[in-house]
């Protein structure tokens, strides 16, 4: 069982690509005399936070003190992510506004549990100098409270290499842990960066290597770590649970799911977890078992989900 008795008092703050998921709820019975396509009678319509917000949203379940830097545009959708971060009771976070963006919004129709349509908007050009430079004068502000970093990178262009090198080269000078989650297949750009977490297609993508037993996982967790300097690899494996590369020795963890409904978000759980984990003085080989344990109370859930620590001890007891 996991006993946190005393949290820490320092911060896991989150830098990367937020985002709006937005979801419409409807009836769907009929086929539209227009054109060839279902009719949905709306019934109803929610907000969350996506990918960097969801790794907030994780946090903020485990307990931690939590906060974001992020950018939007200057759009409803700012002042929807204000609001959806009021909710959660994050008061520490930065939106820096870029007038020549979107907000990311990723719309969702679904009827009767099945998504029929996903509508993006969204822009995916890099921030400018001067919008990275207001992120990494925000992490210098709150850089005595902070004790890891977790670089959420979707790809959507708040994380240009420019960023990334800043804000890893802030971290080190100030011996703060940064976590690596990027879907970016190019990971030399995390050069220094303590800990990198691709997913198994991921790292295939990243290293050519193409992933199918302990030997290629091993070359794959091998590359990424010499071509990024880092000191840990970490590749969660779905149902093969996560694979742990750290002073060249390869541990693979089994997974801990009984029941799998929706992969949705694992990764940011997972993420979320560790940092958790090592901020509260869990190792390494310690921090992957909470997170695959966190990992399999979210993909019992439909949608992306988080998980509380009293769900992760019940997960454990089973």
Known sequence: MYQFDKPSPCYIYVIGD??????????????SPEAPVQIVDMQREEYTLGGAGNVVKNLIAFGTKTGIISVCGQDEGFEIVGKELGKLNV?????VVDTTRKTTVKTRIVSNKHQLLRIDRENKHYIAE?????IISELKNKIADIKIVIISDY??????????????????ENNITTIVD????????????????????????????????????????????????????????????MAVFHEGTLNKIPTKALDIFDVTGAGDT???????ALLNNLNLIDACHFANHAAAVVVAKVGSATATLQEINDQVGK
């Open 18 to 31: 937020i985002m709006i998921d937005h979801y419409i709820y409807g009836n769907c019975e009929r086929i």
């Open 270 to 276: 997972v993420i979320a977890a560790i940092a958790f």
């Open 182 to 241: 990027s879907k970016d297949p190019v990971l030399s750009k995390y050069i220094n960066a303590n800990i990198i977490k691709p997913n198994k297609k991921e790292a295939s993508i990243a290293t050519g290597i193409k992933i199918v037993d302990d030997k290629t996982l091993f070359e794959a967790c091998k590359k990424i770590a010499t071509e990024t300097n880092c000191e840990t690899v970490i590749i969660t494996l779905s149902e093969e649970g």
């Open 91 to 95: 008061t520490d976070h930065k939106m």
């Open 155 to 172: 790809c959507k262009g708040v994380l240009s290499e420019k960023a990334i090198r800043d804000i890893v080269n802030i971290c080190r």
């Open 130 to 134: 001067d919008i990275a430079g207001e």
